[in-house]
């Protein structure tokens, strides 16, 4: 995040958005198997892990609890990775705070 510094509280909250972003995943191609073999029917819900980049330059994925113990520098970094595509989801996340702050007088 090049725009500026994240505050402790503004990092929280986008913790807590991508939280409930992140479990909001669902693929229909999942064959769901239940206990003694009993197919119970097609797709699944699954918690999207969020990757961040540590202070070492290290990968750390998360997919529970919400990111709202990292540093807000580490939870910059968030991101999905989709194969060799990122959804810079705290980038966006932050971009949507922006846009409610400027234009629909949201008061952080």
Same mark, same amino acid.
């Not at 503004?10 to 229909?28: D, F, I, P, S, T």
């Not at 999207?48 to 990111?67: F, N, Q, V």
């Given at each position: 995040?090049t ?12 913790a ?34 969020? %990757?961040?980049?540590?202070?070492? $330059?290290?990968? &750390?994925?998360?997919?529970?609890? +919400?990111?709202? =113990? #990292? ?5 910059? %970094?968030?991101y999905?990775a989709? $194969?060799?595509n &990122?959804?810079?989801?705290?980038? +966006?996340?932050? =971009? #949507? ?12």
């Amino acid at each position: 995040m090049t725009r500026s510094k994240l505050t402790k509280k503004r990092a929280r909250l986008l913790a807590e958005l991508e939280h409930l972003v992140g479990k909001n995943c669902y693929n229909g191609n999942i064959q769901n198997w239940g206990p003694g073999g009993v197919y119970e029917g097609k797709g699944r819900d699954f918690r999207y892990p969020l %990757t961040m980049i540590d202070e070492s $330059g290290e990968k &750390r994925r998360r997919k529970y609890p +919400a990111a709202t =113990d #990292v540093s807000p520098q580490m939870l910059a %970094t968030g991101y999905y990775a989709f $194969g060799a595509n &990122r959804l810079h989801i705290i980038e +966006a996340l932050d =971009d #949507v705070l922006r846009h409610l702050e400027t234009h629909h007088g949201l008061k952080l």
